[in-house]
């Protein structure tokens, strides 16, 4: 896979990108890496690349010419007008990354890591020409409600995000799956069962990961629950959902549908 990075802070992700799975995944020839400076895209002696917004307001929005030209120069291709629109290469997206986005989810991430090719936009200032988020990116995403002040912190989430569900990017390819927010799980048996028992269309929630423990046991006085240490795989398996769903319930009620 491909990652296109359009910045005006192409320093940025030189710690960010230099470490860890995706730095793994990039010399094993998994992902590509393109950091690409926006003003170079801009045709004036200062290298603006921003503007006032029509009707007033406070601050200053990123324009959309250089942004369009940018990514018609990564493509190869033009997007077109008003009038026209080149179909974008297959398998290739165009994300946005602003407040005022779709939020971004393990779900976005896995529909992602089925493309070759994302070209992330970070936005700054205030926001971005609102006809790069209608007419150039095919998402606009935001990775939580709060504002940032940038594009490039996002973009470097997704980038982790996406890479780890790379097939080859991770030692164990089970480690993408048992984590939280990668599986569904039935609410109809043990602490999330319905009193009432068996229902006939069992309610499906996203469940946090269930909890760890290692060495030692025993750590000032906080011991390794039991189960673990018994050697019933069974049981351990009933724990681990059992524990995973109230830690869902206790941390982030909102991933449960209501009982």
Same mark, same amino acid.
Request: hydrophobic share 55%; charged share 20%; proline share 0%.
């Given at each position: 896979m491909r990652f296109? +990075?359009?910045t005006i802070f192409p320093e940025f992700f030189d710690g960010p990108l230099g470490h860890g #799975? #995706?730095?793994r995944a990039h010399e094993a020839? +998994? !992902?590509q890496m393109h950091i690409q400076d926006l003003r170079e895209f801009t045709k004036d002696r200062h290298r603006t690349v921003d503007d006032r917004p029509f009707g007033g307001g406070e601050g200053m929005v990123l324009k959309p010419e250089p942004l369009f030209e940018a990514i018609e120069s990564l493509l190869g291709? *033009? !997007?077109g007008g008003a009038s026209q629109k080149t179909p974008l290469p297959e398998k290739t997206s165009i994300i946005l990354l602003s407040a005022a986005g779709k939020r971004f989810t393990q779900e976005t991430a896995r529909r992602l890591a089925q493309q070759d090719r994302l070209v992330l936009i970070c936005g700054r200032y205030e926001g971005v020409d609102e006809r790069v988020a209608e007419h150039l990116a095919t998402d606009e995403i935001s990775i939580g409600d709060f504002v940032l002040s940038g594009g490039e912190l996002p973009a470097a989430l997704i980038i982790d995000a996406v890479t780890r569900l790379l097939p080859g990017a991770l030692g164990n390819e089970a480690s993408s799956v048992n984590e939280s927010? *990668?599986?569904h799980e039935s609410l109809e048996s043990d602490e999330c069962a319905v009193a009432s028992g068996e229902q006939e269309n069992p309610k499906q929630a996203v469940q946090l990961d269930y909890p760890h423990y290692t060495r030692p046991a025993d750590f000032r006085g906080w011991a390794v629950p039991? !189960? +673990?240490i018994g050697g019933n795989h069974a049981e351990v398996a009933k724990w681990r959902r059992q524990q995973a769903?109230?830690?869902t319930r206790r941390n982030r009620p909102d991933l449960l549908p209501p009982e």
């Open positions: 296109d +990075l359009i #799975i #995706i730095r020839g +998994l !992902v291709c *033009s !997007v927010f *990668s599986h039991e !189960v +673990l769903i109230a830690k």
